[in-house]
């Protein structure tokens, strides 16, 4: 859902979303969090 809402425009940037969903306890190797990343092209 993040990277869709990058692509289409509506987020500027994963990395901030990706970083509150870890703080609110979400676990997220940083394998997922790499490829996520690569696909939204940061």
Request: glycine share 0%; net charge positive.
């Given at each position: 859902?993040?990277?869709l809402a990058?692509?289409?425009g509506l987020i500027s940037s994963v990395t901030p979303r990706l970083k509150t969903l870890q703080d609110s306890g979400l676990?997220?190797?940083e394998e997922v969090?790499?490829?996520?990343?690569?696909?939204?092209e940061e």
């Open positions: 859902m993040i990277v990058k692509r289409k676990w997220l190797s969090i790499s490829l996520l990343k690569a696909q939204a």
